[in-house]
């Protein structure tokens, strides 16, 4: 093996390691959040935890790299529109968590893809061909498997929090693309853990309860996490194609699964996981079709493949 195929292998790996302990991550911080709104504490108060915590980690990592020169933004808007986008979506997949069983919360993420393929179309105004479209309307037909829209079996406040969290998500990756262009990673990330602090403490204020030593411990903890899962997820995409990472995402279900056994005793009904897999293998026919756009798109301006 040559010593540049061999440098390509390692970051690549690597790369899959940070991606799927930023997987764990999540996953740890929504098994604290779940287990902190049942012990009463309001979902923006623990907005406020996940965000103001995160800056431990996140404020390490800016002054260790790009320092703090990176926080210059020539897109004031931009960032508050990413906010408020990725804020609906946090503050639903906290809400989520309160009313579905964790593997069930963590499957409706999965939706992101979906909605960020048709949000393309539409926002972006993206060329996108049949076969993604195919994959978009496959993988729909799992969430119906997931949700089972049926009398008496649909959780209708968890479904609806858990398709708008998706969806906020995949609005959210939508406005990083517009503003990409101009503003780096730890700029977006700084700006958007600032809002998501301001906003959780301003609502937090009316109706702060306050928490028991072990549950102040949980939500400093998620934050923490979150913080550094926010840095594994920036680190996974730097050293390693999107590509190559970006399928292990759904790794962050074997962890959910994990977890939400060991701490409530659940286990994943078949129909969970069987529309999850529909919609995951949607999710990585969409990826695998960007990639071959990408590719097309390259060699035609004589660029490397």
């Known amino acids: 093996m040559s010593a540049p195929t061999h440098a390509a292998h390692h970051r690549n790996g690597l790369g899959i390691a940070y991606r799927m302990a930023a997987m764990v991550c999540v996953a740890l911080l929504s098994a604290g959040v779940k287990w902190a709104g049942a012990r009463g504490v309001p979902v923006f108060e623990m907005v406020f935890f996940r965000n103001a915590f995160a800056f431990v980690p996140i404020l390490a990592y800016i002054a260790k790299t790009s320092g703090f020169s990176v926080l210059k933004t020539k897109r004031p808007l931009g960032h508050l529109h990413r906010s408020v986008v990725g804020l609906i979506g946090m503050t639903c997949s906290f809400s989520a968590l309160q009313h579905l ?17 048709a949000l393309s179309a539409l926002m972006l105004r993206e060329p996108v061909g049949w076969h993604r479209w195919g994959a978009v309307v496959v993988g729909f037909l799992g969430v119906l498997i997931m ?5 008496g079996h649909m959780n209708v406040p968890g ?18 693309r517009q503003i990409a262009v101009t503003e780096k990673g730890p700029t977006i990330v700084f700006y958007f853990t600032l809002a998501g602090t301001v906003l959780g403490l301003a609502v937090s204020v009316f109706h702060w309860v306050t928490p028991d030593p072990l549950t102040l411990c949980v939500l400093i903890g998620s934050g923490l ?7 594994f997820l920036t680190e996974a995409i730097r ?23 060991l701490v409530w005793g659940e286990l994943p009904k078949a129909y969970t996981l069987l529309g999850a897999a529909v919609v995951a293998a949607s999710g990585l026919y969409i990826l695998h079709r960007e990639l071959v756009r990408f590719r097309r798109a390259t060699a035609q301006v004589g660029e490397p493949v």
């Open 239 to 261: 050293v390693a194609p999107v590509g190559v990472v970006a399928p292990f995402d759904y790794s962050q279900l074997i962890w959910a699964t994990g977890l939400g056994f």
């Open 101 to 117: 069983a964790l593997t069930e919360a963590t499957a409706f993420t999965f939706c992101a893809p979906l909605f960020m393929t």
């Open 147 to 151: 949700v089972r829209p049926e009398p």
């Open 225 to 231: 996490i979150g913080g550094v899962g926010q840095l």
């Open 159 to 176: 479904v609806a929090f858990g398709l708008t969290a998706a969806l906020g998500s995949a609005l959210a990756m939508v406005q990083i």
